[in-house]
């Protein structure tokens, strides 16, 4: 069955940290660039990092940037967001998505497969 599905998130204190990661089952990612999106309650989702397919490029919405890296694991047909120094306003459901090709976008049609997505909650 082709499938992305994400593991990881939870719930931590500000300043702690956390390491969702997006497996593929079916397809490997290599040839995808892949998407991290967050949606807090009440809120439009939006981008929060990309990785190319090549893995050369990045992407981070300014709100993150220097505080989460997004990374590949071929070996493990894996891509992970590592959060840092997390913040109340980081809560939301964060989702993992495929592109339809290899480059970075961050509008939301632009991406095909999508995870089920992974509560990450941080209290003061």
């Known amino acids: 069955q082709v499938q992305v599905v994400q593991s990881g998130g939870g719930s931590v204190q500000s300043g702690g940290s956390l390491r969702p990661s997006c497996a593929a089952s079916?397809?490997?990612?290599?040839?995808?660039?892949i998407g991290w999106f967050r949606q807090a309650p009440l809120q439009e989702r939006e981008a929060v990092s990309c990785?190319?397919?090549?893995?050369?490029?990045?992407f981070y919405a300014d709100s993150v940037k220097g505080r989460f890296t997004i990374s590949r694991d071929k070996a493990k047909n894996t891509v992970v967001l590592q959060m840092n120094s997390l913040k109340p306003e980081d809560t939301a459901v964060y989702y993992c998505?495929?592109?339809?090709?290899?480059?970075?976008?961050?509008?939301?049609?632009?991406?095909?497969?999508w995870g089920q997505g992974t509560q990450v909650t941080v209290s003061s």
């Open positions: 998505a495929t592109g339809y090709g290899s480059t970075c976008s961050r509008n939301t049609y632009e991406y095909d497969r």
């Open positions: 079916g397809f490997t990612l290599d040839y995808y660039a």
């Open positions: 990785i190319t397919s090549s893995g050369e490029s990045t």
